[in-house]
Nanobody
Framework: LQLQASGGGLVQVGGSLRLSCTAS????????VAWFRQAPGKEREGVSC????????TYADSVKGRFTFSRDNAKNTMYLQINSLKPEDTAVYYC????????????????????WGQGTQVTVSS
């Protein structure tokens, strides 16, 4: 499974972006998928995840109400809609996936994922 992230850019505070991550290879409800981000000098942080066979996404507290994670298995693509951007959202954003189920507490843990996209830079200017 290979992942390709895109959609990052430079936006002003309060702006919006939609990140995309396209998978080549086997992608379906069997996969658990997630978005992470990493700011300079900081650890990789879980942003949102969708566990296999789950109907909903889990979000980090810092992004709840502003980020929306969705997946379109027919297109082998997942999306992260980011609204009301803040300077602290500046980071490289990565998509990730793994086969099969995850326990809920593992969903936003980067060590739970096997496959990673190359990252896309999001920069929020004030």
């Amino acid at each position: 499974l290979q992942l390709q992230a895109s959609g990052g850019g430079l936006v002003q505070v309060g702006g919006s972006l939609r990140l995309s991550c396209t998978a080549s290879g086997f992608a379906s409800d069997y996969n658990s998928v997630a978005w992470f981000r990493q700011a300079p000098g900081k650890e990789r942080e879980g942003v949102s995840c969708i566990r296999s066979f789950s109907n909903g996404a889990t979000y980090a507290d810092s992004v709840k109400g502003r980020f929306t994670f969705s997946r379109d298995n027919a297109k082998n693509t997942m999306y992260l809609q980011i609204n009301s951007l803040k300077p602290e959202d500046t980071a490289v954003y990565y998509c990730a996936a793994r086969f099969n189920r995850l326990l809920p507490y593992m969903c936003l843990d980067p060590s739970s994922y096997t496959f990673w996209g190359q990252g896309t830079q999001v920069t929020v200017s004030s």
